[in-house]
């Protein structure tokens, strides 16, 4: 699916409808370059999921859990992680398994990471817009892909 966001609020609706077709453990691998608008998409998540608190770039921090919404929604930001070993005290695996919804901003850094079934998306500009393109590697999330 490729869809062309014209504005920010764009990015945030698009957002809000991964949120409205997310099951429990639904993982999304958000890529692309920096201001691409992953942290974006990832604030219209947590608005679509009903999340209170502030959805922020977990650059620092790692890993963020939004747990104010209809489901939980684990937020991760791998781009300042170095190495695999580093991914084993985030615990994201274990996140990824505990009903939620899991987005891992720079996830194509550490591919390994993600189970066999997962989402892509892919968010880089075009002139002056953007531009998002959402795969599935797998049924499971085959099946929320064709839901939005």
Partial sequence: MRLVLHTADDTHALGRRLAAAARPDTVVALVGDLGAGKTSLSQGVGAG?????????????????????????????LYRVESAAELQHLGLEEMMEDGGVT?????????????????????????????????????????????L
């Fill in 103 to 147: 987005l891992v901003e720079w996830a194509d850094r550490f591919p390994e990471l993600l189970p066999d079934d997962h989402l892509v998306l892919r968010l880089s500009h075009e002139g002056d817009h953007r531009v998002a393109e959402i795969s599935a590697t797998g049924p499971w999330h085959q099946a929320i892909l064709e839901s």
């Fill in 49 to 77: 999921l009903g999340v209170t608190d502030p959805v922020v770039s977990p650059t620092f921090v790692m890993v963020q859990v939004h747990d104010s919404g209809r489901m939980p929604m684990f937020h991760a930001d």
